[in-house]
Structures are given as structure tokens and as C-alpha cells.
């Protein structure tokens, strides 16, 4: 079931979820905040170094004492003093200076570009791997959800949290807290050098300065929550579209059978002009967003070059002053910019991180239990006791009052009407679903204490919706065993399934690549691929959910014929439309309306006159 977080859980507080994901990282993050903290404080020296250069350019060689007090802090210039009186003995002092100016400012540019390449290196890189590690969690625990909870959601609502969902989060991890330091450094400190840069004239400059980015940031709140409904309707449209491509591509026999080419198209192109549209809706807010923001920008130049450059002319300030100032208006620019935007990425981030969260905390149905048996293997032996079962939110039993015992080296088999609970009662067996408590055994273990796994590893299923991967033939074959198999055994459960001689005459034989979901085999080539599947994972109970439906009787009977001897020391239930096919059946259930109508061998079924015989004559097949 869901188990939703509380609401202490939600907002930035959802973030606590990552704390395990990041630890392993931490010594790179913080390598990487110390690099761009420097980084920072570097960028904030930089224009102090210009304004000395410029001044010094200008002012006469008496001015160079008073310049280089500016330019470093007290303790600095005490101590480089006697170097500084040495390049001041003659008239290149001053060109001396501005030289080894310009090499500071050279040596801060490389450390500045090193840095840059280290903090995006530790940061970008540990939010990836952060993100990485969280996407691998969310499978593995998707993997872990019952039946019941993909039967309410949606593929393409689980595909979005693990792509959209997850960049999002990965977005407010690196982009935002790398804002949020550039916020607080380049920001704050930004605004206290010009402040105090010739206080009070710099004070006053910085407030008319100031003003246009303030009414900037609000600017920016505004319309980045415009940019991310437009941004989000954009992606939403995307997905319909792809969605619509993906079906019509998957079902292109069925298209083509049915001359529906047209009206694919015409589909397509509704969805295709829904997303035109919502660009474009998007573009016309990015139209006006960009040229507002750099009018307000401009405008805070404007009036630092109007009342700056006043002045400079009246010998207020330097020339060195009004360049530094400019400097550090221009590195405020980007914070302020930033604040709407970061704001905007740690919502974002947030709610990602609160519909990950819900599934994280969502816990499956069916999980071993403090009583699970320390069982490492099953015999086979399976026994049903006035079973009656009844999915959730329906009004009737799916089955009811089912009983039989099935041991190893007997074969069951089922028949029955349409919705008469076939792949229901078979799905009760690995625990696809859970049976009600003591209705059914495994060995003589009520089955919810037997170790899923074990219980699983031992129970193989071949399903009436087969499922192949985008995998090679061998592969696809293989898919179900976590050891190495050689290539003779995947052969031999080929021959089993009646489908090697056809593998062979594939283009690369067991080496074809199939297409997605098997598209380019048959239907009866896909059931066979799936039974070779079950078949080499050697289980103890072997279940064929109606397998052998896409293929003819005489394939069918060869192949259940393959079949026999891999079936005396299993436990086999047969389901199947056709009452030939289960002839040899140790015990034969027909199932109508999700009970045992008839229960016998095939022999005496046909005997009896009732639903079995009456499936017999609709095959034409009666004996």
C-alpha cells in the first residue's frame, strides 16, 4: 500500500530523504564548496587590483603608498614595504607596479579557471552520482511493489518520476547550491565593497544601483513560476506526443491492418500542434523575460554611469573607483538575477522530491514476514483449501471455495469460460497475489511464510501476455537465471519449446537482436521463446498460463509431448483452451464463474456430459 509523508515531510524538508545518498560524497562536496568559495573571494579581489592598476596609471608616484594600502590589507603592506619602497626608488616604479598588478591578476585568472574546473568536477559530478544512486534505489524498490500497485499506476507516470522527477532534484542539488553560495559571496560581499569602497559617495551610488536589480529579482520570481507552468505544459505535451508515436509505432501491423494510417496521422498531428502551441506560448514569455532583464540591468548602469560618472568629473571619486564600481555591479547582476531562479529550483526540486518520497515510502503488500521459514528450497507439493478469493474494490469473488492438491510429478489441468479465474488462481501461487490466511500450502506451509524468493526461484510461469526484451535471442532465453548458461542448455530448452529450428534460420541465429517487445517474431515464436525461458530455469512447479494459444494443435501437442520429460519430478498445471491438450492430465479442473464446476480426468469428463464435454465438441475434437 502508499503510505503518504507526513506533512513535516513536505517542502525542502523532503531534501532529508538524500542525506544517506549523499554522505558517500561528502569529502567532494566539500572540496568542491571550498573551491568555489575561493573562486568567489578571488573574483571580489580582482576589481580591487584594477581600481590600484588604473589609479596608478593616472595618479603621480607620491599617490603609489597610499594605492597600495587600498589594494591590500594592512598586515600585507607592512610586510611587503621594503619591497614596495625598493620598486619606488625611480620613476619605472610606478610601471613596476602596475606590471606585477597585472601578474596577480593573471595568477588569480589561472587559480580562477583551475578552481572552476575542480569545483564543477567534485560538485556536478556528486550530484550525478547522488541522483544516480537514487534512481537505482527507486528500481529496486518499484521491483519490490506488488501486482496490485502497477494495476493503479500508469508506465508513463513511473517513467516521469525517474527522468523528470530525478532531474529536477539533481537541478536544485548542483545549479541551486552553487547559487545560492554565488547569493551569499558574490552577492552580500559585492554589496559591501561598494558600499565602503569611498563611503558615503559609494553608499548613496549603490542604493540608486541597487534599486533596478531589487525590482529585477521580484521580476524574475514572477516570471520564473510563469516559465515553469509554460516549462512543465511543454514537457507534459512532449510526452502525449511521444506516447502517441511509441503506440502507433508499436501497434503498426494493427494500424496497417485496419487502413488507419490517416487517422494516426491526423491524431499525430492534434498532438504535434498542441505542443507547437505550448512552445510557443512558452517563447513568447521567454520574449519578454530576457530583454525585461537586461533593460533593468542597463538601467543600473545607466545611473551609475550618470551619477558615477558626475563624480569622477568633479574628483569625488577615481577613475580607478568608478571602474571597480562597474566591476562589482556587474558581478551583483548575476545574484540578483539568481534569486528568483534558485527559489524556483528548490520548488521544483522539492516537489520532485516529495512524489519520489511517496514512492519510496510506498510499501508493498506482499513481503516476507517475522514468521517467513528459514526454507532455502521447495519440494513442489502444492494443496488449495476452500480458497475464495476477491480482488480489492470489486464486488464479487474472483474465486470461491477452490480446493485440489497438486505433488510433484502430477499435472493439472484448467479450462474454463472467459473470466472464470484461471490466471487468478495461478497467480495466487508465486504470490502475485495474497491468498487469504491457511487457504493455500506450499510443502505443507501456509504459503505466506515460505521466503518469497525461494518461493518464486521455484515456481516458473509462463503467461498468456508474453514479454520479450529488446535482447538477443539467447538472452531473452537466458533472462531468468542469475548464473553463466552455456550455450548447449540454452539450445537443448529451444528444442523443448519446439522453436529451435526456427532460431536457426534467424539472420544470426541465437544472435538476432529482437525488436522491442519482441515485435519481430510471431505470436507463437514469442509463446515458445517464453516457455524455452521457463523451462531452462528448471523449476519446481512449471506453470503454463494458456501458453501454447498462438500456436496450432499439432505444435502444441509436439511440444507438451517435449515437455513430459522435464515434468516427472515437477509439479506442472496446465491451462488451455483446447480439452486434447490436457489429455494426459493427472486431474483436469473446469472452472466457470470462479468455481469448480467439474473436476476428473479427461476421459471421464467427456463422459460426464457436462462443460468439459460441451468445450470438446466446440473444438470438434470429441473422443
Known sequence: MRERPDKKGQGLRAFRTLIPYIKPHVSKIIGGSVALILINLLQLWLPRMIRAAIDLAVANKDAVQSIMRTLLPNF????????????????????SLIFWIAVGMLGAGVFISVGRFFWRRWLAGSAIRVTADLRKNLLKHLQTLSYSFY????????????????????????????IIVDIVILGILAIVYMLTLRWPLTGMLTVYAIIPLVVMSFFIGYFGKLLHTRFRAVRDSFSAMTARVTENLSGIRVVKAYVQEEGETASFKEKSTDYVRKNISLIKIWGLFFPAIMFLSNLSLFLIMLLGGRMVILTQLT????????AY????????????WVINLLQSGAASMGRINELLHTTPEIADGPDTLPLTEIEGSISFKNLTFQYPDTEHPALADISFDLGPGKILGIIGTVGSGKSTLVSLIPRLYEAPEGTLTVDGHTINKVPLKVLREAVGIVPQDTFLFSQTVAQNIAFGLKREVGQEEIEKAARIAGIHEEICKFSEGYETMLGERGVTVSGGQKQRLTIARAVLTDPRVLVLDDALSAVDSDTERAILTALKGMMQKRAVIIISARPRSLAFADEILVLDEGRIAEKGKHEELLKNDGLYALFARLQGIES
Open 319 to 326: 577613475v580607478g573607483d568608478f571602474v571597480a564600481f562597474q
Open 76 to 95: 600585507i603592506h607592512d610586510a611587503l614595504a621594503p619591497t614596495i619602497d625598493k620598486l619606488m626608488v625611480d620613476d619605472n616604479g610606478t610601471i
Open 151 to 178: 494495476n493503479k499506476q500508469q508506465v508513463g507516470d513511473l517513467m516521469a518520476h525517474a527522468t523528470n522527477d530525478l532531474n529536477a532534484i539533481m537541478r536544485a542539488m548542483m545549479p541551486g547550491f552553487v
Open 329 to 340: 555591479l556587474g558581478m551583483l547582476i548575476w545574484p540578483m538575477i539568481a534569486i528568483g
